[in-house]
């Protein structure tokens, strides 16, 4: 199965919820609370972030199709470090984390799909720590570009500036240039 067909057999699951709508900049997630459910992006634009004070610290996006959680908390079982924000005008539906792992364990291949996916984003997170240690910031830049060209027209660029740790001016810069 691959990771499309994965994504399209969970969202015809009948483990979701009702269709929730999110105003841009309206939390699905804060700080401090203890993750119970996955999301499925519907439409829309949504983070993972560290909600400091000043601003945000983007670690994650995720848009139609993409499905979204505080993996911190749902492993752990713990309050969450990271907040979850709706960029522009999103929906999303959940189901709680239980229903999703009786839904990815009723058969195997539902199940290495599950693994399959948690690895590909295992891949992610590695590749980007790497961008953020070792490249310049244009080189950050061509890279989101190469993987994630639909990035951009998702999320506002103080967001992607921010994911890619420079000043939205700079990325301004380095997309004109």
């Given at each position: 199965?691959?990771?499309?067909?994965?994504?399209?057999?969970?969202?015809?699951?009948?483990?979701?919820?009702?269709s929730?709508?999110?105003?841009?900049?309206?939390?699905?997630?804060?700080?401090?609370?203890?993750?119970?459910?996955?999301?499925?992006?519907?439409?829309?634009?949504?983070?993972?972030?560290?909600?400091?004070?000043?601003?945000?610290?983007?670690?994650?996006?995720?848009?139609?199709?993409?499905i979204i959680?505080?993996?911190?908390?749902?492993?752990?079982?713990?309050?969450?470090?990271?907040?979850?924000?709706?960029?522009r005008?999103?929906?999303?539906?959940?189901?709680?984390?239980?229903?999703?792992?009786?839904?990815?364990?009723?058969?195997?291949?539902?199940?290495?799909?599950?693994?399959?996916?948690?690895?590909?984003?295992?891949?992610?997170?590695?590749?980007?720590?790497?961008?953020?240690?070792?490249?310049?910031?244009?080189?950050?830049?061509?890279?989101?570009?190469?993987?994630?060209?639909?990035?951009?027209?998702?999320?506002?660029?103080?967001?992607?500036?921010?994911?890619l740790?420079?000043?939205?001016?700079?990325?301004?810069?380095?997309?004109?240039?």
């Amino acid at each position: 199965m691959t990771s499309a067909q994965f994504l399209s057999s969970l969202s015809l699951a009948e483990i979701w919820g009702e269709s929730k709508t999110l105003k841009a900049k309206e939390s699905l997630l804060e700080v401090g609370e203890i993750g119970q459910e996955i999301f499925l992006i519907e439409s829309g634009c949504l983070c993972i972030a560290n909600c400091l004070e000043v601003e945000l610290q983007v670690h994650r996006f995720a848009y139609q199709d993409n499905i979204i959680a505080p993996l911190d908390s749902l492993i752990a079982q713990r309050a969450s470090r990271y907040c979850i924000i709706a960029l522009r005008q999103s929906k999303v539906r959940a189901a709680k984390q239980e229903d999703f792992l009786n839904f990815i364990g009723q058969d195997q291949e539902k199940l290495w799909a599950w693994v399959g996916f948690q690895q590909q984003l295992i891949l992610d997170l590695l590749e980007r720590e790497q961008d953020l240690l070792l490249k310049s910031p244009k080189d950050r830049l061509e890279a989101v570009l190469k993987r994630s060209p639909k990035l951009f027209q998702e999320a506002p660029l103080k967001y992607i500036a921010s994911y890619l740790r420079m000043s939205p001016e700079t990325l301004s810069r380095l997309m004109n240039s």
